[in-house]
Every structure is written in structure tokens, then in C-alpha cells.
């Protein structure tokens, strides 16, 4: 296990030359992100000054968001080529490229405990051996150079399975002349399992039926998952004003948002909340339509409104509906047919 170190008055001698934290790193030989985590543990700031203004800032996210709305094709071929190179470890490839011109077999991403129900992969694997190759970066591992909790517990579950774990720092592999002479000394052991690199086929999980990191097929239509077809603007106008919203999603399978929604895509005007209880009160469909009068005394119901309150009562309409029907709110109307009933001597309904 290799101890990460950054001599802090080396750090602070180049922060001082206004460096920039990215030039730091690369002079150290570490990860940027590193040097940020020291700068913050001994309260170290920098001096270095953007050498771009604002104005030069915006001006270049105007100039990508338009090329990226006029070249809609070459931007999802570069998202595609991201998302399938984004775990791709630079270090770890070039050791790779190494094994394989010198002549070495070896098996990439490597399972061994897929038998146990436990999906944790090797880097570079030798499973003749059971000898595997770990290279990791700065987000392993601790400040003080341990493995952090659940890359150790990987490890430590590794190992009892009777495998020889090496945990190497990522610079190894950019230093041929270190890592060659270490390779060869671990493929010095006999070998301890029968393993057929010919005929291995690495297990491939779950096939995609899309591209990584294509996600058009989204915003694409999928017929076979609607409950119904949709009719067209046509049929769906003479649906709405023949039978209640709600009347109409029951029969269609649907919930009411989805018929109100297909409605606002074709444009469609539908009938207003009074419409329904008007009609069913006897009006007929240009009276349903009329808006309800404001002007005048609301509290004074008519003998001919109460005789359509009672009506519609009887049919056994809610109050809300009948006071949206007559032009009153549904505790007048209530009210007025509590004290007729009284005046009658029946039961209020």
C-alpha cells in the first residue's frame, strides 16, 4: 500500500508563484483534487486569478448551446461516446496495452465472487493464479493512506476467497520500469487453478436495447403501453359535449387528466363546470351555455328556480352541481330547500 504525500512547503512555495491548483498537480505528479484537500486541511489559499473575464465566460456557453441546437446528430453521437467512456481509467489502460504487447494473458473486469451472489470486479485478473490487480485513485483512499471502509471490505472479501489482491496507486502505471519487474515477479508462482483463457466469455449482464447514454427512445411514442387509442379531434369533440368528463374516462379506461390533456393538444374547448348540471336540469344546450348572472339580489330564489332546485334533488344531484345549475352557491340553495320543505311539512332530503 503506497502512502499519498504532499510536502506542504513545497505546496505552499508554488501557490505563492500564483500558480494554479492544476499546474500544481501536474508538477507533484498528483490528482488535482488532492491538492485542493490539502489546501483546505491547512488552510492554504491561492493566489492564481481566472485569466478569463465573465463576459469571455458567457460568451463561450452562448457559442456551444447554438452550435449544439444546429448539430442535434454529432451532439448524441458525443453524448453516447461520454457516457461509454466514462468509467474508462486512463492508467489502468495503459497497463493493459503493456500485458498485452508483452504477451500476457489476462481477463478484464474479472468477478470472482459471482458465485456467491456478489458482483465485484477485478481491474486486471489472472485466474489461473488467483492473482488480481486493483488500480485505484485518490477517492480510495484516506488521508492517511488507508483503503476507506467499503473498498477494504471488497478487498478483505476478495482475499478469503483464496485471491492475492494488489492495491496500486494510479502513478505506478505511467512508470513502466517499476510495474514491469513487479508483474513478472507475481507471475512467478505456479499455478493454482485450471483456467481456460480461450474459451472464457466474460459474463455480459443485461443486454441494453439502446445505446448507453442515448435516451431518445424516452420522448418516443409506445403504443402498446396506452390502455386505448386515441381518437382523433373530430371524435374526441363530439365525446366531450355528449357525455361528462368523467363519465367518459370510466368508459375509455382512462383517469379524467389524461381526456382533459388530449383535449388541450388538439385545442379543443370544453364544456364549462355549469354545463352538465344545466342540462340536466331540462336546459337545453345554448341555456347551458349562458353565464350565470351576477347582477340582482343572489339570496331571492324565484318559485321557478326552487321548483328546478327540487327537481334536481330528487335525482339525487349534489348540492355543489344544483347551485352551479341555478346560479346560486350550494348554501342558498340548500338553505331556500331545507325551509321549503319545512313549509310543506317533508322530510329535507
Not at 489559499?45 to 448551446?65: D, G, N, P, Y
Amino acid at each position: 500500500m503506497i502512502k499519498i504525500c504532499i510536502d506542504v512547503e513545497q505546496l505552499t512555495a508554488l501557490l505563492k508563484q500564483g500558480l494554479s491548483t492544476q499546474e500544481i498537480a501536474h508538477r507533484m505528479g498528483v490528482k488535482r483534487s488532492l491538492v485542493q484537500k490539502r489546501m483546505r486541511q491547512h488552510g492554504l489559499k491561492s493566489s492564481f486569478k481566472l485569466k478569463m473575464t465573465v463576459e469571455q465566460r458567457k460568451k463561450i456557453s452562448t457559442a456551444r448551446l447554438k452550435w449544439n441546437r444546429e448539430n442535434p446528430e454529432r451532439l448524441r453521437e458525443l453524448m453516447i461516446s461520454r457516457a461509454c467512456n466514462k468509467n474508462r481509467s486512463v492508467p489502468c489502460e495503459l497497463l493493459k496495452e503493456w500485458l498485452r504487447n508483452e504477451g500476457i494473458q489476462f481477463v478484464e473486469e474479472f468477478q470472482p465472487l459471482r458465485h456467491r451472489g456478489r458482483y465485484f470486479s477485478i481491474d486486471i485478473a489472472f485466474p489461473d493464479r488467483k492473482i488480481g490487480i486493483e488500480v485505484n485513485g485518490n477517492q480510495h483512499y484516506e488521508p492517511d493512506g488507508r483503503l476507506r471502509p467499503r473498498y477494504q471490505e471488497r478487498h478483505d472479501l476478495i482475499v478469503k476467497e483464496g485471491w492475492i489482491l494488489h492495491e496500486w496507486h494510479y502513478p505506478i502505471c505511467f512508470k513502466p520500469e517499476i510495474f514491469a519487474e513487479a508483474v513478472r515477479l507475481m507471475l512467478s508462482s505456479a499455478t493454482t487453478a485450471s483456467f481456460d483463457y480461450g474459451t472464457y466469455q466474460p459474463s455480459k449482464g443485461r443486454q441494453r436495447k439502446h445505446p448507453k447514454g442515448d435516451n431518445s427512445w424516452r420522448r418516443s411514442p409506445r403504443p402498446g403501453s396506452r390502455k386505448c387509442i386515441r381518437p382523433s379531434a373530430e371524435e374526441l369533440r363530439a365525446m366531450i359535449w355528449s357525455t361528462p368528463v368523467s363519465q367518459l374516462s370510466a368508459l375509455l379506461g382512462l383517469s379524467k387528466n389524461a381526456v382533459r390533456r388530449w383535449c388541450e393538444e388538439y385545442g379543443l374547448e370544453t364544456p364549462p363546470c355549469r354545463y352538465w348540471p344545466r342540462r340536466k336540469a331540462g336546459m337545453s344546450h345554448e341555456e347551458a351555455l349562458l353565464p350565470v348572472q351576477l347582477s340582482g339580489p343572489r339570496h331571492i330564489i324565484t318559485p321557478e328556480i326552487l321548483a328546478q332546485i327540487k327537481h334536481l334533488r330528487e335525482q339525487g344531484g349534489k348540492w355543489t352541481d344544483i347551485g352551479r345549475a341555478v346560479g346560486f352557491d350550494r348554501h342558498t340553495v340548500k338553505g331556500a330547500y331545507v325551509k321549503m320543505a319545512r313549509t310543506t311539512g317533508l322530510e329535507p332530503a
